[in-house]
């Protein structure tokens, strides 16, 4: 009985010039070379490769001796002080003054810039602090981001600090260095996120008034309240009048929420990120 069947077979086939490439490697070198030798001599086509690109070395080789030595015979020939002297040649001929009397002098000055870095680390440097602590200072401070705040807490830098450096530190000693530099100039440096950096720079108000404490007390209590404008929640929390909750949000969007911009760019306060205050 007859049957049907269909079948997929994988056959891989090798082309006369794989397996005469086969065979060659196979070939010892010596043997190699002397078949070469056979078929560039049997056949006029092939040309040796190695002896052509040594006589075309051998040309260049040649070409840049002759070059050599015809600059050396023009220096030999033509000198240049032959046909200047100094001695002779007047003065203004070797000015220019396209100035007038009315001109003014104008110069670029040159402007040395110091980074937001820099000038934590001058500040540091200016405390008497022992080796460990001025260490760990100045990881702090490298571990800013690009607007002053520090987004690794205490446990976090002593860790950082064991892998990276191979130096072992207290946690205390870390939270002690972070509120030192917290004090530094820009006031709100090294603050965890934006209601710490608000409330450093409040602090740093030596005039107490009320706008000041009411100030301090919607920062510290109702953040969240305050950004998302719930003035109404916020005036009856602190029993407070239209006009004094203005009067303390005013001194609020005075403070500047970027701490690294503080000598670039001063005028950069709280209003530019926070709304505008009902009037």
């Known amino acids: 009985m007859l049957r049907q069947r269909l079948e997929q077979k994988l056959l891989q086939k090798l082309s006369p010039q794989q397996i005469q490439l086969m065979k060659l490697l196979q070939v010892p070198a010596i043997a190699m070379e002397q078949r070469i030798k056979q078929e560039i001599e049997e056949n006029?086509?092939?040309?040796?490769?190695?002896?052509?690109?040594e006589k075309?070395?051998?040309d260049e080789f040649s070409e840049d001796s002759e070059e050599n030595e015809?600059?050396?015979?023009?220096e030999d020939d033509f000198s240049l002080d032959d046909y200047i002297d100094g001695d002779e040649t007047p003065e203004y001929k070797l000015s220019a003054n396209n100035r007038s009397r009315d001109d003014e002098d104008k110069q670029v000055p040159f402007v040395s810039h110091t980074t937001f870095y820099d000038g934590l680390e001058e500040q540091l440097h200016m405390r008497r602090l022992s080796e460990s602590d001025?260490?760990?200072?100045?990881?702090?401070?490298?571990?800013?981001?690009?607007?002053?705040?520090?987004k690794r807490d205490a446990a976090s830098l002593?860790?950082?600090?064991?892998?990276?450096?191979?130096?072992?530190?207290r946690e205390e000693d870390v939270k002690a260095m972070i509120k030192l530099i917290q004090k530094f100039e820009p006031a709100g440096v090294a603050a965890f996120d934006l209601r710490e950096c608000l409330m450093?720079?409040?602090?740093?108000?030596q005039v107490e008034s009320v706008p000041l404490s009411n100030a301090k007390l919607i920062i510290d209590k109702m953040f969240n309240e305050f950004t998302k404008k719930h003035y109404e929640k916020i005036k009856k929390k602190f029993v407070l009048t239209d006009e004094e909750l203005k009067d303390a949000l005013d001194v609020i969007l005075a403070l500047n929420p970027n701490p690294d911009l503080h000598l670039l760019m001063p005028q950069r306060a709280a209003s530019t990120y926070f709304p505008i205050l009902p009037s």
Do not use: S
């Open 134 to 150: 001025r260490i760990i200072g100045e990881f702090i401070i490298g571990n800013l981001d690009e607007n002053g705040y520090l």
């Open 44 to 53: 006029p086509a092939l040309e040796d490769q190695a002896e052509e690109e």
């Open 56 to 58: 075309d070395f051998d």
């Open 158 to 169: 002593v860790n950082d600090m064991a892998f990276t450096q191979n130096i072992i530190v």
């Open 70 to 74: 015809f600059e050396e015979n023009y």
């Open 200 to 205: 450093l720079q409040l602090d740093r108000i």
